[in-house]
């Protein structure tokens, strides 16, 4: 950004976009060192911000270079100094892999380390299966002690960590320490998963900090062996050179000619090395370059005879240099990689795709290789290996072209097969030894370089679940599409008890057919599954039918194999694609309700005209002043709501959605009395769509103007329904009318703007933390507080009236328009113990006293996992209040009932799937649920109930 401003110093948006991108990191950046304190110099380092932004807040365009300057030194001479003070000591949450297998993620790049590591995973996970075996945690607590001690000796040890690594980081492990050396059996599983996550964050937040600082070993002799390798051809030849130049040199110190021979090829190995590195995006080429040239200018000075110490430094500093540092670039030069090429010539781990099919073919491709060269001359021997060689490329293209999104360069990997077998098919025997050498390089390079392209992007190979039944890790969230899913696996296994039942066989096709067909009805509809999906989707459909509409009775165990496999494959990788992506609900009668609201007062009450204008059509299909009050409203419509989002611009999509509302209008135009119900349901079919997938994107980014109230006193109408935020609010209400009463009182105007920086504070930390809000509601609302804070900053008494009435202003708008965006999708705290209390009230006495017993019955679960009475109990209490509730909400006048009776579905899906005994996880999810769903749900409904509660309680929905 800072480069961009000075190449268009006048542009102003682009000035503000500084200012906003800096104040938004610098928010974020503070969040995280404050936490961290005084081993991050979190004071002074707030100090630096708060000093260059008030720069930022003063200049003007055009911005003059030498500003440009002064930013972009501060900038790098700020991270240098100052960030740098953080690293690795700031609280970052990495991913805990289940089960619990040590992976090259992990990887420190020390043999010993990475060993111990993941000997340390393995005993782990050991205990965490046999909780009650005294002897494994005994076993585990001494190696976590043993690796301690020696981890310990490498990082202090180190000469170019910070200072105070070593300090903090043993700080680390007496406090792990302290609480693991209680472990013991029988092993409390909570505590395992404690102990298992600690180990993954601390790996990757602390150890990493000493990765490329450690000591390798300096091999002895002094020769180049593969540890050293980086996986290029020509740089893995030079540092071989390098080695035996600087042996040379060992060996005969007086020779000058030597000396001169290693001074020339350190000068051409670090020239080519640092054209190839610096070209590398985002490559650390300043710091690489400094150790070389640092190096350089003491090598050149030697002479001989060449000292003891000089050698011996030498030889240290190309190995260690090697490890930490060249290492670095490992995988990221634009050079195809050249990779040892094993001898003997036999399949190992590091050729491993992580598929078993494919790394069982490559075993097979290297033993092919190794019996074409025992039996050169056998022609057999040759065809069979040139039939698997393509049996197997066959293979691996029918699963890599599945790869989605151009993941994987599809047209390059089919090449190189093709490639191979031409310059093989002319081979006759006897086989050369040329050949044989050519396809074993082949082989190797091309496992290693191309297909390591596809590992992890390959749709993932699910078990297929034993016995053969749905289960909700296959919801799809459609209640049509998961129940039609659920026949489709018991009529296979019903086939698969009596495969010779050809009615059975018969009906299961049926059932197939009319779930694809009605799938494919249902996504062909929608706007947002690419025309890419439809077609593979659709593709995979047609091809099954023809496995199935080709069967005889008895079905062979084979097909029934293959179906299994491939629905559960089919629904995981390519169903799971349509989620959140199908059309929307279409109500029948079409009224609006609140699941369309745009939280823009003139909009949402054209809307909900818009629908009744669309439903009065289809009942009076023959009416010409209908059809044109349709075409004007529409129209006026259309062009307000253009005038309001094309203001908006890019964030609301502004030319997209008019070119929606053009193609819309256009059909209206045409169509002439009598309305076909044909284009009445169109119509109303893509009003609701649009709403939702286009009119969504406007959502509190429009600006929308409410009334102030007067005086200035907060009142219910500006509830966001979370008490410290709601407290928050009141508070500023209460202090903004005290220095408009007072204005000449600096200390009211102080205090006024230190509440509202912790305001802005507390209440970003909850909204940026939650998991439902549109991905860039975070940055666009913290760009709203950036914008207000630098001319309240400003402020000083006495305070002009007209600014007061402003900031008052400000705060009404930006609560309705921008803060009522996050109600409903924060996190509130679960109690503890799990007991329902008033706080969670609806004052409606039924729905309360049933959500009483089902916090008691969730409570009651988590006291006894195993007890399968208890978990019945939970789902039936559950399925009774949902169905008693839906009734009530889904009678009340455009209440969103549609959204909130999916969070029931959604929840209920999981909830009846569970059997005993109920694992902790489980559990600790069903109370967050619960608690999180009556206070951002639930209390939607407060007071909108039409009339009291009746009924006996979890007696269902009323008759």
Not at 226 to 247: G, K, M
Not at 456 to 465: A, L, N
Not at 590 to 613: A, K, M, P
Not at 778 to 798: D, I, N
Request: contains cysteine; aromatic residues 14%; hydrophobic residues 35%.
């Amino acid at each position: 950004l800072i480069q961009q401003l000075g190449e268009h110093p006048s542009d102003v948006d682009l000035l503000n976009q500084n200012r906003d991108v800096y104040r938004d990191h610098f928010d974020y950046e503070e969040k995280q060192f404050m936490a961290c304190g005084e081993p991050c110099d979190a004071d002074a380092h707030k100090k630096k911000h708060d000093t260059f932004f008030k720069t930022m807040t003063w200049v003007t365009n055009p911005v003059s270079q030498e500003y440009c300057a002064f930013a972009k030194n501060w900038l790098a001479q700020h991270i240098k100094n100052t960030d740098f003070k953080y690293k690795y000591k700031l609280a970052t949450h990495h991913h805990t892999p289940e089960p619990y297998v040590w992976n090259n993620e992990f990887e420190v790049f020390y043999k010993q380390l990475d060993q111990e590591h993941i000997g340390l995973f393995k005993i782990m996970l050991d205990v965490e299966t046999h909780p009650s075996d005294q002897g494994k945690v005994d076993q585990l607590q001494e190696l976590m002690r043993n690796h301690f001690y020696y981890e310990e000796g490498q990082f202090c040890d180190s000469l170019d960590l910070p200072w105070d690594y070593c300090k903090e980081h043993k700080k680390k492990h007496v406090k792990f320490s302290e609480r693991f050396a209680k472990l013991h059996a029988p092993v409390d599983h909570a505590e395992m998963k404690w102990a298992q996550d600690w180990l993954v964050q601390h790996i990757k937040n602390t150890d990493f900090g000493y990765k490329g600082h450690l000591k390798h070993a300096v091999p002895e002799p002094y020769v180049w062996d593969e540890s050293f390798a980086t996986d290029y051809h020509r740089l893995d030849e030079e540092h071989d050179v390098l080695f035996a130049q600087i042996l040379a040199v060992s060996q005969h110190p007086e020779n000058a000619e030597i000396l001169a021979t290693l001074k020339k090829g350190i000068n051409d190995h670090f020239l080519y090395e640092e054209q190839r590195y610096c070209a590398v995006p985002g490559y650390n080429c300043v710091d690489h370059k400094m150790k070389h040239y640092k190096f350089w200018v003491i090598l050149e000075d030697l002479h001989v005879p060449v000292g003891c110490e000089e050698i011996n430094w030498s030889k240290n500093w190309l190995a260690q240099h090697i490890k930490n540092t060249d290492f670095a670039y490992r995988g990221k030069l634009f050079l195809r990689r050249h990779y040892v090429v094993p001898d003997p010539y036999v399949w190992d781990k590091s050729f491993l795709v992580n598929i078993k099919q494919l790394d069982d073919e490559h075993i097979g491709l290297f033993d092919a290789v190794r019996l074409i060269e025992a039996n050169r001359g056998d022609q057999a021997i040759w065809d069979s290996a040139i039939h698997l060689y393509n049996d197997h490329f066959r293979y691996e293209e029918s699963l890599f072209t599945t790869i989605l999104d151009h993941k994987h360069n599809i047209a390059d990997h089919r090449g190189r097969h093709l490639g191979l077998m031409k310059t093989v098919e002319g081979a006759v025997v006897p086989i050369t030894e040329e050949i044989t050498e050519f396809i074993k390089n082949w082989l190797a390079q091309h496992i290693k370089n191309t297909d390591f392209d596809y590992k992890g992007k390959m749709p993932e190979i699910y078990p297929v679940p034993e016995p053969y039944k749905w289960d909700h890790s296959f919801a799809v969230f459609y209640p049509d599409m998961d129940n039609e899913h659920k026949p489709l696996f018991t009529c296979v296994a019903d086939v698969e008890k009596t495969p010779g039942d050809a009615g059975l066989l018969a009906s299961c096709l049926k059932a197939y057919e009319d779930h694809f067909a009605h799938e494919q009805k249902l996504f062909s509809a929608s706007n947002l599954y690419s025309d890419a999906d439809k077609y593979q989707h659709i593709n995979k459909h047609n091809a099954f039918l023809a496995t199935m509409r080709g069967l005889h009775v008895p079905a062979s165990q084979t097909w029934l194999d293959f179906a299994k496999n491939w629905l559960a494959q089919h629904i995981k990788n390519t169903d799971f694609r349509y989620k959140n992506k199908m059309p929307h609900h279409v109500a029948d009668p079409y009224v609006w309700d609140e699941s369309f609201e745009v939280h823009h007062t003139r909009l949402d009450d054209e809307h909900v005209v818009l629908f009744d204008l669309i439903q009065q059509l289809g009942e009076h299909p023959s009416d010409v002043d209908l059809l044109n009050q349709n075409r004007d409203v529409y129209r006026d419509h259309f062009d307000y709501e253009e005038k309001q989002f094309m203001a908006c611009g890019e964030p609301c999509d502004a030319d997209a959605h008019k070119k929606k509302h053009d193609t819309f209008f256009k059909t209206m135009t045409w169509v002439t009395n009598p309305v076909s119900q044909e284009y009445c349901a169109f119509a109303k079919n893509w009003l609701a769509q649009h709403i939702k997938n286009t009119d969504f994107k406007y959502k509190y980014k429009l600006a929308t103007h409410h009334h102030t109230p007067e005086p200035y006193v907060w009142n219910n109408e500006f509830e966001v329904f979370y008490k410290q935020l709601d407290q928050e609010h009141i508070g500023l209400f209460k202090i903004m009318l005290d220095v408009e009463t007072h204005p000449s009182d600096q200390g009211k105007v102080d205090k006024l703007q230190e509440l509202m920086r912790n305001h802005f504070y507390y209440e970003e930390g909850q909204f940026c933390d939650s998991l439902d809000l549109p991905w860039d509601y975070c940055k666009e609302h913290k760009k709203k507080h950036v914008k207000f804070s630098e001319r309240f900053a400003k402020l000083h008494a006495p305070v002009d009236h007209a600014e007061m009435k402003w900031a008052q202003d400000w705060l009404v708008q930006h609560i309705k328009n921008t803060d009522f965006g996050y109600k409903g999708h924060l996190k509130h705290a679960v109690p503890e113990p799990y007991v329902w209390d008033a706080s969670f009230a609806t004052d409606y006495h039924r729905l309360d006293e049933e959500h009483d017993v089902l916090f008691a019955q969730i409570l009651a679960v988590s006291q006894h996992p195993e007890n399968a009475d208890s978990l019945a109990t939970l789902k039936k209490g559950i399925n009774d209040h949902f169905l008693y509730e839906e009734q009530r909400y889904c009678a009340v006048p455009h209440y969103n009932c549609v959204d909130h009776k999916m969070k029931h579905y959604k929840f209920w899906v999981i909830l009846e799937d569970l059997h005993v005994p109920v694992g902790c996880e489980e559990i600790n999810w069903s109370k967050n649920w619960l608690a999180q769903h009556i206070k951002n749900t639930d209390h939607q409904y407060k007071t909108r109930l039409i009339g009291p509660d009746t009924g006996e309680n979890f007696s269902g929905p009323l008759p």
